[in-house]
Structures are given as C-alpha cells and as structure tokens.
C-alpha cells in the first residue's frame, strides 16, 4: 500500500477492490471474496462471503475469519506505516463467537495502537444481523520496504 493521496476511505477502498494502484487483498483474500468497503489507517471496513468459505458442517471457517481480521488489519497497519515501509503481522488472535452460515459477515478492524515499529488493530466480525461472530486482534512489525519494492 502507498499514501492515499487525499482519498476518503470508500474511495481506497473502491480502488483496491478493483486492482488499481494499491496492491491490497493478495491471492488468499481474492479467492475468499474479501471486499473493502472503507480503507484508512484507524479504521478498516470489510466483507466476506459466507458461501464457499465453510467447514465441513455448512458452517464459516474459524480459519476464514481469520483470514479477514489478518486482511483488514495488515491493510490498515501498511497505511499507518506510510511510504516505503511494509507491515508484516506477528500475532493474531480470535475468539469465535457464534456460527454464520449464509449471506456475508463484515469486519472492523480499528486502530488501538499506532506506533514507529508496531501497529495492533481490534477486529470485530459480525453476521448480517449485526451479531458477533469472531473478536480478533493482530498485531505487525513494521519495516522498511526492501530495496527494489
């Protein structure tokens, strides 16, 4: 991710989702159908489908929300990090909290701490009745860019 050069949130978050500049969601996070809906260093907003991210018994992989709360907050920590520096995450947690089975769950991830060297955002996944399916946090180191990117 790069400087948003004056861009609102849901403008960032259009741009990544279409494949333009910012390089945001990689490989994993494309397959899984995650979308931004709103992109800035304190605050990321994003969704999932349910369908095709299940376990076995019809139910959201714990593994899938994971996979969202790591993107939301990687996306927030690389613009928090700002130009030529990278944010590689170090930790993450979650705590499953209900089961979702249909439709699309959405992730918050927001800024609790924003320092020179690490960055630590607070994810909360919900269904789309608004209930809580999975609290995360995750917590990256961030760098330098290595030369050459």
């Known amino acids: ?3 948003t050069g004056g861009m609102s949130p849901q403008e960032v978050a259009a741009e990544i989702n279409s494949g333009g500049v910012f390089d945001g969601r990689g490989d994993l996070a494309k397959s899984m159908g995650v ?3 709103e992109v800035s260093a304190e605050r990321v907003v994003g969704r999932m489908p349910v369908k095709g991210n299940t ?6 992989h714990g593994g899938a929300s994971v996979v969202l709360a790591e993107t939301l907050g990687s996306a927030g920590s690389a613009l928090h990090a700002g130009p030529g520096r990278v944010a590689v995450g170090i ?5 499953h909290h209900r089961a979702a089975t249909d439709g699309y769950v959405t992730g918050v991830a927001t800024r609790t701490h924003g320092g020179r060297t690490l ?3 607070d994810i909360v996944i919900t269904d789309e009745d608004g209930r809580r399916v999975c609290t995360a946090r995750l917590t990256c180191m961030l760098r330098d860019a290595p030369p050459g990117n």
Not at 91 to 95: F, I, K, L, Q, R
């Open 1 to 3: 991710m790069t400087d």
């Open 35 to 37: 979308e931004y809906l």
């Open 119 to 121: 960055a630590t955002y």
């Open 55 to 60: 376990q076995p018994y019809g139910l959201l």
């Open 91 to 95: 930790e993450v947690n979650a705590t």
